[in-house]
């Protein structure tokens, strides 16, 4: 662990950025990307909902958690009432309240009958 983390900043030293690995790593990244890279390192984690909020925790900028939780709440609005429930800033949190307030994106359609 120690080696990757030594060549990882190695290469930012150099000037190259290497591509993200872990959700850590995309602190390293300019805003825009960063926000990017944490939404698609967390992402693939909704079906655990634990080790979502325990990544999410490991992101020290509040703004950044809310931004991330909201991005996930409106990509998966079945999932919005708990992702929303994290957020921590009032803004964000309004945005969550217009997301629960629309159920009908968390409904799915209905399979229909076999003929």
């Not at 991005?71 to 929303?84: G, I, K, N, Q, T």
Request: glycine share 4%.
């Amino acid at each position: 662990m120690a080696a990757a983390n030594a060549v990882w900043l190695l290469t930012l030293a150099l000037g190259c950025t290497p591509s993200p690995e872990t959700l850590a790593d995309c602190a390293a990244l300019a805003e825009g990307p960063r926000e990017e890279c944490r939404f698609t390192m967390v992402e693939p984690m909704l079906s655990d909902m634990a080790a979502v909020e325990q990544a999410v925790k490991t992101i020290p900028e509040s703004l950044s958690r809310d931004v991330l939780l909201y991005r996930l709440a409106v990509a998966h609005p079945d999932r919005a009432s708990h992702l929303c429930r994290m957020t921590e800033t009032a803004g964000i949190q309004e945005k969550c309240r217009q997301v629960l307030g629309r159920p009908h994106l968390s409904t799915r359609p209905r399979p229909k009958p076999p003929q």
